[in-house]
Nanobody
Framework: QVQLVESGGGLVQPGGSLRLSCAAS????????MAWHRQAPGKRRELVAS???????NSADSVKGRFTISRDNAKNTVYLQMNSLKPEDTAVYYC?????????WGQGTQVTVSS
């Protein structure tokens, strides 16, 4: 069992930056593939970026070159650095931990990009 708590969301102007954090507890963090998903109003939840236990990363085409996922196993934390934010990045961002068929989700953090 893994408990996940996201933080770092907020209101930012277009072109600005935010860094989201997801702190994990309750299990061995380093074995999990970690990911960030987002869900905008009226839309399906989508994968933003992921990072494996070995550090391999993947990201959606819509955020490539702007968002970077990273992890600090010593701090049991995964990060999402978001630069050059656009209004279409507005969504609730969720952290997910995966290990084989087990998936755990955080409660989400709101990111709003608006002038």
């Amino acid at each position: 069992q893994v408990q996940l708590v996201e933080s770092g969301g907020g209101l930012v102007q277009p072109g600005g930056s935010l860094r989201l954090s997801c702190a994990a507890s309750g299990s061995i963090f380093s074995i999990y593939t970690m990911a960030w998903h987002r869900q905008a109003p009226g839309k399906r939840r989508e994968l933003v970026a992921s990072i494996t236990s070995g550090g391999s990363t993947n990201s959606a085409d819509s955020v490539k070159g702007r968002f970077t996922i990273s992890r600090d196993n010593a701090k049991n934390t995964v990060y999402l650095q978001m630069n050059s934010l656009k209004p279409e990045d507005t969504a609730v961002y969720y952290c997910r931990a995966s290990y084989y068929n087990n998936n755990y989700w955080g409660q989400g953090t709101q990111v709003t990009v608006s002038s």
